[in-house]
């Protein structure tokens, strides 16, 4: 950039190192880069239940399911890029975001929504398999999610016992694509991703500065341009 000014890049981590820096030499990449993995699609299934939140004791606390981040010799573990969903590796979240509107009981008595979110694994990611027509694929990605609301029912149950015989609905989708950086601790450490880098003037911004979510993303926009 010219003299005083600066390069805002938006692309993230990987892709402002690997893209548009392909050749600089590694002593100017973060000390983490070589442990930095692009986040995988998120799978969220939604449920419907019979009751009120008091009832099924749903709160406005989310829960957290996480891989742990230190292995016995308090060394960083590092997780496998490709990980099954609510399987080791893998973090969990469930909430009620119901529980969460005051207004909520006034206008949908009787009535508590669900959200579970997990990764999800390779499968998930592709439309068909090799060979196979889209009725085929269809029918088998179908019967991943039955699989799927299966553990994540029995985990839901598990964490919260008075929502079992009051589920309504589960439905399950998955992101449309992968955005940000797998929330691995490396990026939290010393030397992480951070909006000031060793070249000088070019600063990053977006949720690879902070957590991999929307506030995440303005935050890490708050941070780039108060560098």
């Not at 990449?29 to 930095?36: E, N, V």
């Not at 606390?61 to 981040?69: F, G, K, R, S």
């Not at 909430?95 to 999800?120: G, M, Q, Y």
Request: charged content about 25%.
């Amino acid at each position: 950039p010219k003299e005083g000014g600066c390069v805002i890049s938006g692309l993230g981590a990987i892709d402002t190192w690997k893209r548009l820096l392909p050749k600089v030499d590694a002593s100017y990449r973060p000390d983490c880069f070589p442990h930095l993995r692009a986040a995988r699609p998120v799978i969220y299934t939604l449920v419907g239940l019979n009751g009120t939140a008091e009832e099924l004791e749903a709160t406005d606390a989310d829960y957290w399911e996480l891989p742990p981040a230190l292995d016995e010799d308090n060394d960083l573990v590092e997780h496998a890029h490709a990980v099954k969903p609510y399987a080791s590796g893998a973090w969990l979240h469930i909430c009620f975001p119901s529980a969460k509107d005051r207004s909520w009981a006034e206008t949908h008595p009787n009535k508590t929504t669900c959200v579970i979110a997990t990764l999800a694994e390779d499968e998930w990611l592709s439309s068909t398999a090799e060979g196979s027509s889209p009725k085929a694929a269809d029918k088998a990605l179908e019967s991943r999610k039955l699989r799927l609301e299966k553990r994540l029912l029995e985990k839901l149950i598990e964490v919260y016992p008075e929502v079992e015989g009051k589920i309504d609905f589960m439905r399950t989708v998955i992101q449309p694509g992968a955005r940000g950086l797998s929330q691995q601790a490396h990026c939290y450490r010393g030397g992480s991703v951070c909006p000031g880098t060793a070249i000088q003037g070019l600063v990053l911004t977006g949720r690879d500065l902070a957590m991999n979510n929307s506030s995440g993303a303005i935050y890490g926009g708050w941070l780039g341009a108060h560098r």
